[in-house]
């Protein structure tokens, strides 16, 4: 005989709670999770009667990451709003709160032992030299001027309380020329990218796609020349930057753009550069787009002479790339005799790559540094 005789479903309690349970779970599921508000978690409520096809979690990651930084991509080709929209962070030398762009961060660095020398830990900078996400351990900042790094290093203050938190940290008295050769580095590396990426990109053999694509380096009329160094307002709204090449000593010897050289000598480096100073408010940089007027870099009195080569090999090597894009026949009304003075353009990328529009904004902000280092872009 069965132990079920009458049925597994006859008792009539458990009949009952199957249904008060099925009639709960029908109401509850319509509705969203209390707990998880994710809208890449848990889908909005949809109506049953018409169902929708399941979108894959990465699939809905992609999309809400494309709605959220579309609106973001207008300002950022623009290096002043860069860096003025950079994460806050304090100096522990000043304890003042600026953008990061504007400080240097730095972070303990492990040294193992090595012939004749024990382990260390060092404080260098980081992500100077090169762009880097990565994070090497408990990090701090300091301003990016010359002056403030020397205190850091030999003069007291309120940082002695932070540094002591990391036991055995040692300061390398040559912390302010490792910045500063790092500094540089930045700028030879920005324009080697720019070269690479411009060499990259697909050649236009359409002549619509002519028309619509800008440069990213432009030479300037003689008459233009004059008007930059006489101070007037610029016109262009893509312009952020002027360059200045004159006095830069070419190489008798064959020079490569593929190894970025390191300079062996900071001194003898007087920056001449009439740059307008930064406004700040309450502790808070101004943004540059309220003036009309822009940086000129002298690049030969920024870089020791044994850089000038580099530096001129990949200005040309990146103007005569983005010529050889297009077909010889193809006039391109920008495109110009070279002189003495490039224009750094920076402006919105279109939607088939065809316009490198933010090319020139990491070289744009890694040139404002090296200025802010020697204190020429700072208004008491």
């Known amino acids: 005989m069965s132990i079920f005789p009458f049925g597994k479903n006859f008792c009539p309690a458990c009949s009952h709670m199957k249904r008060l349970l099925s009639s709960e779970s029908s109401s509850i599921s319509s509705s969203r999770s209390v707990l998880l508000t994710s809208p890449i978690y848990n889908l909005p409520p949809q109506n049953t009667a018409t169902p929708q096809a399941w979108v894959p979690v990465k699939q809905r990651r992609k999309s809400m990451a494309a709605l959220d930084l579309k609106p973001k991509e207008k300002v950022g080709n623009n290096p002043w709003s860069r860096m003025i929209r950079s994460p806050k962070r304090m100096c522990i030398v000043t304890r003042q709160t600026l953008p990061s762009a504007f400080l240097i961060n730095l972070r303990a660095t492990y040294f193992p032992p090595s012939q004749g020398e024990g382990e260390s830990i060092q404080l260098l900078p980081n992500a100077v030299a090169t762009p880097s996400?990565?994070?090497?351990?408990?990090?701090?900042?300091?301003?990016?001027?010359?002056?403030?790094?020397?205190?850091?290093?030999?003069?007291?203050?309120?940082?002695?309380?932070?540094?002591?938190?990391?036991?055995?940290?040692?300061?390398?008295?040559?912390?302010?020329?490792?910045?500063?050769?790092?500094?540089?580095?930045?700028?030879?590396y920005e324009l080697r990218h720019i070269y690479r990426r411009l060499e990259a990109l697909p050649r236009c053999g359409n002549r619509n796609d002519v028309v619509k694509v800008k440069s990213?380096?432009?030479?300037?009329?003689?008459?233009?020349?004059?008007?930059?160094?006489?101070?007037?307002?610029?016109?262009?709204?893509?312009?952020?930057?002027?360059?200045?090449?004159?006095?830069?000593?070419?190489?008798?010897?064959?020079?490569?753009?593929?190894?970025?050289?390191?300079?062996?000598?900071?001194?003898?480096?007087?920056?001449?550069?009439?740059?307008?100073?930064?406004?700040?408010?309450?502790?808070?940089?101004?943004?540059?787009?309220?003036?009309?007027?822009?940086?000129?870099?002298?690049?030969?009195?920024?870089?020791?002479?044994?850089?000038?080569?580099?530096?001129?090999?990949?200005?040309?090597?990146?103007?005569?790339?983005?010529?050889?894009?297009?077909?010889?026949?193809?006039?391109?009304?920008?495109?110009?005799?070279?002189?003495?003075?490039?224009?750094?353009?920076?402006?919105?990328?279109?939607?088939?790559?065809?316009?490198?529009?933010?090319?020139?904004?990491?070289?744009?902000?890694?040139?404002?540094?090296?200025?802010?280092?020697?204190?020429?872009a700072w208004e008491a």
């Open 133 to 188: 996400c990565t994070k090497k351990g408990k990090g701090m900042y300091v301003l990016c001027q010359k002056e403030t790094i020397d205190r850091l290093v030999t003069g007291k203050g309120p940082h002695l309380s932070i540094l002591r938190q990391i036991p055995h940290l040692q300061i390398p008295p040559n912390l302010a020329s490792i910045i500063h050769g790092q500094l540089l580095y930045r700028i030879l």
């Open 216 to 376: 990213v380096l432009q030479w300037l009329s003689e008459e233009e020349i004059e008007d930059v160094r006489s101070g007037k307002a610029v016109t262009d709204k893509d312009v952020v930057a002027f360059i200045d090449v004159a006095g830069l000593t070419t190489s008798a010897s064959p020079t490569t753009i593929q190894d970025i050289p390191l300079p062996s000598s900071l001194a003898n480096i007087l920056p001449d550069v009439p740059l307008l100073p930064l406004k700040i408010d309450s502790g808070h940089p101004g943004d540059r787009n309220t003036n009309n007027a822009l940086p000129v870099y002298k690049l030969a009195s920024l870089f020791p002479s044994e850089l000038h080569s580099f530096i001129g090999c990949s200005l040309q090597a990146a103007i005569l790339t983005e010529r050889q894009r297009f077909p010889p026949n193809h006039y391109l009304p920008h495109q110009r005799t070279p002189s003495e003075v490039l224009a750094l353009r920076t402006f919105e990328t279109d939607e088939h790559d065809t316009v490198q529009g933010g090319l020139g904004t990491p070289l744009a902000v890694s040139l404002w540094r090296l200025v802010c280092f020697h204190g020429q």
